[in-house]
């Protein structure tokens, strides 16, 4: 299975400031997918992120707040913009391929906390 | 649309003792179902999966079965271990499995005694 580095691995931010969150995959993908993990809560996919187009975003999610790039086939990054104190989750990157049988496979997430 | 259910936790269980965790869904067409488990402090990792009615998926002891007329996928394990404490998330995805997002159900912490 592809084998995914999320950066940084945890931050503590100031409210009101921006964080850029990096996904790396060791092999090409199909798809990336960003989700947020509030605390103690379920994963809610944020958006899927596709090389050589915007991202699709999912209700309740702009891409004024969350924008996202997918430069290449093995790289993406979210931003999450303007933070408040709401924003404080797990953020995870999965990829997956267009097509495949084979489930998504996670990174260890970021863990961003806003003061 | 689609949607997961699984039992609400805690879950706390004393080593050896036989685990059940039940999860139901709710999607259109026959999704493919997995069971991811996160450790504490850790990312998610896949547990197992199941991609068509009547599959079993199993890995490490646990296993769950398709069940397309009960639209079920509950988790089993025979013989639980302290190490086995952790949360465990039912998602489902269109078929294909890996060309759209997942769908979680709310996770299920299990809490191991020894």
């Known amino acids: 299975s592809a084998v995914i580095s999320q950066k940084p691995s945890r931050d503590i931010c100031q409210r009101g400031t921006s964080l850029t969150i990096q996904c790396q995959v060791d092999?090409?993908?199909?798809?990336m997918f960003w989700y947020r993990q509030q605390p103690g809560q379920s994963l809610t996919l944020i958006a899927t992120?596709?090389?050589?187009?915007?991202?699709?975003?999912e209700s309740g999610f702009v891409i004024d707040k969350f924008p996202i790039s997918r430069p290449n086939l093995t790289f993406s990054t979210l931003t999450v913009s303007n933070m408040s104190p709401e924003d404080s989750s797990i953020y995870l990157c999965?990829?997956?391929?267009?097509?495949?049988?084979?489930?998504?496979?996670f990174g260890d997430g970021t863990r961003l906390s806003i003061l | 649309g689609n949607s997961v259910t699984q039992m609400e936790g805690p879950v706390t269980l004393s080593e050896e003792a036989f685990l059940t965790i039940n999860c139901t869904y709710t999607?259109?067409?026959?999704?493919?179902l997995f069971w991811y488990v996160q450790y504490p402090g850790e990312g998610l990792q896949l547990l197992l999966k199941?991609?068509?009615?009547?599959d079993k998926g199993s890995n490490k002891g646990f296993e769950a079965t398709y069940r397309k007329e009960t639209t079920s996928f509950h988790l089993e394990k025979g013989s639980v271990q302290v190490s086995d404490s952790a949360v465990y998330f039912c998602?489902?995805?269109?078929?294909?499995?890996?060309?759209?997002?997942?769908?979680f159900g709310k996770g299920t912490h299990l809490i191991i005694q020894p």
């Open positions: 092999s090409q993908v199909t798809m």
């Open positions: 992120a596709n090389q050589g187009s915007e991202a699709t975003y």
């Open positions: 998602a489902l995805s269109d078929p294909g499995g890996g060309a759209d997002g997942l769908t």
């Open positions: 999965s990829v997956g391929d267009r097509g495949s049988n084979q489930p998504q496979h």
């Open positions: 199941a991609t068509k009615a009547d």
């Open positions: 999607a259109t067409g026959y999704p493919s």
